[in-house]
């Protein structure tokens, strides 16, 4: 299918099939999608905490507010993007790994001044893995793994949960910012009608 009608073709899934098991094929390339997308400095500012385990989607169904989508979800991505403490730490290996090539002018001093405060980071960083997010929803659909982006959940206590429950050991460099569920449509739940504003000078304008 061409790109364009991927993207035509996409939309926002509120219910799955609850038994429906993603392939991992698939699964790979849809973060493998997530992995090439671009970023400032090349700073790759993302972690995909992918969950596959049903028992633990449902146990994270309150913090989601419990949302159908993400309770009949057969996999959930939650998007973990650098904060200032893994900021830190990534200019540091970037800088020594990659040297200065990523940097305007070849000079990552100057940046890191630039950037150091740390709403700025973490605004940054956010805006880095949406891109990521995007990729990663056309790659699904493209592979006819049906999505919806996640943004409704309570952050503070995602990562209280990740932390407690150990499910992954870096979480201290990162804040949760977005998710996405994947998994195979429920037809019984047609998404809500396509809405947008009209393809005219309300959108765009080319001079
Ligand atoms: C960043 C972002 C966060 C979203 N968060 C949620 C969410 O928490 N729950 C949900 O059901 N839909 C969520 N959506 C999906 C939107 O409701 C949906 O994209 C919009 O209604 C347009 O529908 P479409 O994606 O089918 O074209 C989110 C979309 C975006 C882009």
Redesign the pocket.
């Known amino acids: 299918m061409s790109l364009i009608n991927t993207i035509k073709k996409?939309?926002?899934i509120?219910a799955f099939q609850p038994n429906y098991n993603i392939n991992q094929n698939k699964l790979n390339k849809i973060l493998e999608a997530g992995r090439m997308a671009p970023s400032i400095y090349g700073l790759e500012p993302w972690f995909f905490l992918t969950i596959k385990d049903k028992s633990i989607i449902k146990k994270l169904s309150d913090i989601y507010m419990n949302?159908n989508?993400v309770r009949t979800s057969s996999c959930l991505i939650i998007i973990l993007s650098l904060n200032q403490k893994g900021f830190n730490y990534f200019m540091e290996y970037k800088t020594k790994s990659r040297g200065e090539e990523h940097f305007p002018n070849n000079d990552s001093e100057k940046y890191k001044k630039y950037i150091i405060n740390k709403d700025v980071i973490e605004k940054i960083s956010s805006e880095q893995s949406?891109i990521a997010l995007s990729f990663m929803m056309l790659a699904a659909e493209e592979l006819n793994i049906n999505t919806?982006?996640?943004?409704?959940f309570h952050k503070d206590k995602l990562k209280k949960y990740i932390k407690d429950n150990n499910l992954f050991k870096n979480i201290d460099y990162y804040e949760p910012t977005?998710s996405l569920v994947l998994g195979k449509k429920d037809n019984q739940n047609k998404?809500?009608k396509?809405r947008r504003r009209d393809n005219s000078n309300l959108i765009y304008k080319i001079i």
């Open positions: 996409r939309r926002s509120k949302q989508n949406y919806c982006p996640i943004a409704g977005v998404p809500f396509i």
